[in-house]
């Protein structure tokens, strides 16, 4: 992987969430995915960080921060509330590889 071969932050964002919504709706609960689609122009979030180390006990690696971005997607809600997190997607930044995961929210 070359440093020079990366997309930018805003294209990792637009790409994860567009995978995001291609498998939203089968992949959360009915009620999840119709309440995020209500509430998602007021309240809904796009997050980009680093990855972090949970990822290596998930998927046997340690993405490296500089090729992986990690991009979470919910509904704000109250202070001292939980997040109400719909997935959290690790995507590749090298423009060769189109690795993609995502952890959705559970369904239980």
């Known amino acids: 992987m070359k440093m020079n071969n990366r997309w930018g932050i805003q294209k ?4 994860a969430f567009e995978k995001f919504l291609e ?3 089968t992949q959360l609960k009915d009620e999840d995915f ?3 689609l209500k509430e998602n122009s007021e309240k809904g979030f796009v997050a980009h960080t680093v990855p972090v180390t949970a990822w290596e006990a998930i998927l046997g690696f340690n993405p490296d921060p500089n090729f992986y971005s990690e991009i979470t997607i919910g509904l704000a809600v109250e202070p001292d509330q939980p997040l109400d997190l719909m997935a959290k997607i690790l995507i590749s930044r090298d423009k060769d590889c189109s690795f993609i ?7 239980s």
């Open 12 to 15: 990792v964002i637009q790409m």
């Open 34 to 36: 119709e309440r995020y």
């Open 23 to 25: 498998s939203a709706q």
């Open 101 to 107: 995961h995502i952890l959705w929210k559970p369904t």
